[in-house]
């Protein structure tokens, strides 16, 4: 959508200090009660690896998704219109 790959990644790591607040929210993080012990513990622990923002998983998805042919050209071939990828450009890179 014409942001640089370094801003995209650099902003997708960054979030990892937010996300297991955001996933508390969510509910992703749900405790099981253990009656026995009378503790809780998460159906996914904080460090689960699905559960995290690493620089190098986004850079690996921005080359999965070809960076010669760019997101534009993917989402533009997926169904997104002209107008709608101005809009969503505006939103995103702005």
Do not use: C
Not at 5 to 27: C, K, M, Q, W
Not at 29 to 49: F, K, Q, T, W
Not at 71 to 78: I, K, W
């Amino acid at each position: 959508l014409g942001a640089d790959t370094d801003v995209i990644v650099a902003d997708y790591a960054a979030t990892a200090a937010n996300l297991t607040g955001i996933f508390h929210r969510l509910g992703i993080l749900r405790p099981l009660a253990d009656a026995s012990a009378g503790n809780a513990e998460s159906v996914l622990g904080a460090d689960h690896p699905m559960l995290g923002a690493v620089a190098e998983s986004m850079e690996i998805m921005l080359a999965e998704l070809g960076a010669a042919a760019g997101m534009t050209s993917h989402l533009l071939d997926h169904g997104l219109e002209g107008d709608e990828l101005v809009r969503l450009r505006a939103k995103l890179v702005a």
